[in-house]
C-alpha cells in the first residue's frame, strides 16, 4: 500500500492519495488546519488535562472526543501510543536535569481492553527507575468512573550526556 501527499499550487490543500497494487483506492482533500506543522500534538494535547505533577509522578485527564476514536468507538491504538509517549516524557522531565536530551529507545504498550467515545480516563505516568543513564516511565490508562486498567505502557529513556568542552 502507498500514499502520497499533493499539494495544489493554486490554494495550497492538499490531497491524500492511498493506492493498493497501483490502483487509487480512495481520496480526500485534507482541510488546511490539518496540514500544519504539529497538528498531532496539538489534537492530543487539546484532549488532555494536567491534574497533578510532582517529581518522577504526572497525572493528566483524558477525554475521548470523535476526532482520536476508532471505526470500533474506542480510543484509536494511535492516539494511546501519542499519549503514552507525551506523557512518558513529560515524566521523566520531572527527574531528568533540562540540559540532558532524552532519546525513547523503547516504548510498549499493552491493550487490555477499550475506552469508549465520550469516556473519561486518567492517565498516570511515574518513574520506575532513574539513573545516569536510562529513565524508565510507566504509563496507566484507567477508566475514571470505574478505576478498571485499559491500558498499560513502558518507556525506557536514554540519557543522552551533555557534551564538555
Do not use: W
Not at 497533578?52 to 492516539?79: D, I, M, Q
Amino acid at each position: 500500500m502507498k500514499a502520497s501527499l499533493d499539494r495544489s499550487k493554486e490554494d495550497g490543500a492538499a490531497t491524500l492519495f492511498i493506492s493498493v497494487s497501483n490502483q487509487i483506492r480512495a481520496y480526500s482533500s485534507l482541510p488546511p488546519n490539518f496540514q500544519e506543522k504539529d497538528f498531532y500534538s496539538h489534537l492530543i494535547q487539546s484532549i488532555l488535562q494536567v491534574q497533578l505533577v510532582e517529581r518522577g509522578h504526572l497525572t493528566s485527564l483524558l477525554a475521548v472526543k470523535p476526532p482520536v476514536v476508532n471505526v470500533n468507538g474506542g480510543l484509536h491504538g494511535g492516539a494511546i501510543a501519542a499519549i503514552a509517549e507525551l506523557m512518558s516524557i513529560a515524566c521523566a522531565r520531572t527527574v531528568v536535569a533540562e540540559d540532558k536530551e532524552l532519546f525513547l529507545g523503547e516504548l510498549s504498550l499493552s491493550y487490555l481492553s477499550s475506552a469508549p467515545a465520550e469516556a473519561e480516563v486518567v492517565v498516570d505516568a511515574s518513574m520506575v527507575r532513574s539513573g545516569r543513564n536510562v529513565t524508565v516511565i510507566a504509563v496507566e490508562f484507567k477508566m475514571k468512573k470505574t478505576s478498571k486498567l485499559i491500558y498499560t505502557g513502558r518507556a525506557t529513556f536514554y540519557n543522552m550526556p551533555t557534551a564538555k568542552l
